[in-house]
C-alpha cells in the first residue's frame, strides 16, 4: 500500500522568512497530492493540491511542487505570517482515499 | 447539512466499554472515511465508504473496530470492549466524488475525543 513520508516534523521560521515541507510516497500509482492545515483545536482543511500532470501549483502564498519521477513533492509558503502557524498534512491518493504523512507543525515567530 | 457533523464531540468510557461514534456527512456526499488521530499524531486512516460498494476496511486496527453506513448517509463507528491505547480524535470526511479529485477535497467533522480511562 501507499506510505507517505513527511518531513521535517517540526519547523521554525521568522515572520517574512520562507517555510518549506517536503513529503516523499511510495506508490506511482498515486495522482492526486492535497495539503491540509490544521489549527490547534480544529479539523483539517484544504489548502491547496495538485495532480500527477501538473509539476507545480501557485495560489497567493503557497505552492505545491510535484517530481513524479522521484516520487516527492513538496509545500512552499512565502512572506509567512503568524497565522500561518498551524500543522499541515501532505497526502496521497491511494484508490479512493487519501493516506497521510505524519504532519509538520509550522511556527511563525513574529 | 451544511457540514460534516460528529457526535458526541467528546467521550469518556471506562476500559472495556464499547463506544458508538456518529458521524453524518454533507448532503449528496458518496464517499465517507474515518481517521483516527492520536495525540501529537498523523491521520491514520480506518475504513472508507463509497455508495453501495464494499467499504475498504484496510485501516482499521483490531477486529474490536467495526463501522457501518446507512442508507448511503449516517455512519457509526464502533469500537468494542475499548482499551486505553484506543484513546485518539476520530475524524469523519466527507467527498462529493469518488475518492478526492482535485478541487474536490476531503470535508472534515469536528472530530469525537474518545478518552478511555
Known amino acids: 500500500g501507499e506510505n507517505v513520508e513527511q518531513h521535517p516534523s517540526t519547523l521554525s521560521v521568522q515572520e517574512g522568512d520562507s517555510a518549506v515541507i517536503k513529503c516523499t510516497y511510495s506508490?506511482?500509482?498515486?495522482?492526486?497530492f492535497p495539503w491540509y492545515k490544521q489549527e490547534l483545536g480544529k479539523r483539517p482543511q484544504l489548502i491547496i493540491d495538485?495532480?500527477?500532470?501538473?509539476g507545480e501549483k501557485k495560489d497567493q502564498r503557497i505552492a505545491v511542487t510535484l517530481n513524479k519521477t522521484a516520487k516527492h513533492f513538496s509545500l512552499h509558503i512565502t512572506e509567512t505570517q503568524p497565522e500561518d502557524s498551524a500543522v499541515y498534512f501532505c497526502a496521497a491518493r491511494q484508490g479512493g482515499k487519501l493516506i497521510f504523512g505524519q504532519g509538520t507543525e509550522l511556527s511563525v515567530k513574529p | 447539512g451544511a457540514g460534516v457533523s460528529q457526535s458526541p464531540s467528546n467521550k469518556v468510557t471506562e476500559k472495556g466499554k464499547d463506544v458508538e461514534l456518529r458521524c453524518d456527512p454533507i448532503?449528496?456526499?458518496?464517499?465517507l472515511y474515518w481517521y483516527r488521530q492520536s495525540l501529537g499524531q498523523g491521520l491514520e486512516f480506518l475504513i472508507y465508504f463509497q455508495g453501495n460498494s464494499a467499504p475498504d476496511k484496510s485501516g482499521l486496527p483490531s477486529d474490536r473496530f467495526s463501522a457501518e453506513r446507512t442508507g448511503g448517509s449516517v455512519s457509526t463507528l464502533t469500537i468494542q470492549r475499548t482499551q486505553q491505547e484506543d484513546s485518539a480524535v476520530y475524524l469523519c470526511?466527507?467527498?462529493?466524488?469518488?475518492?478526492?479529485?482535485?478541487?474536490?477535497?476531503?470535508?472534515f467533522g469536528s472530530g469525537t475525543r474518545l478518552t478511555v480511562v
Open positions: 470526511a466527507s467527498s462529493l466524488r469518488q475518492g478526492p479529485v482535485s478541487g474536490y477535497g476531503y470535508t
Open positions: 506508490d506511482s500509482a498515486s495522482n492526486y
Open positions: 495538485i495532480r500527477s500532470n501538473v
Open positions: 448532503s449528496g456526499h458518496t464517499a
